[in-house]
């Protein structure tokens, strides 16, 4: 679950269109850090649970959370790596 809540946090250090000013200024700010933290850390929680109670078929319904947590890490570079083939192709 920490490399997700790490993605979920990098995410907030630098956003969309950021840059290193991004991410030294977040690091920069301890309160940030934590508010993050504990964002990413309940985002994460939500999203586990979403996938745990989906609708059936669900083979991730008796799944644990590290399991679930590195199943939404495959599927985010799946989607990351779909979306620079879509780029570079363009």
Known sequence: ???LIFHKMSLDAIPKGGGVADGIKFLCDRAGM?????AADTWVNAAILAVRNAGEPN???GASD?????????KIEEKR??????????
């Open 34 to 38: 934590v508010k993050s933290l504990h």
């Open 1 to 3: 679950m920490r490399k």
């Open 59 to 61: 083979p991730f319904r």
């Open 81 to 90: 790596q779909l979306n620079r083939k879509q780029r570079s192709a363009a």
């Open 66 to 74: 590290e399991e679930i947590a590195g199943e939404i890490l495959i």
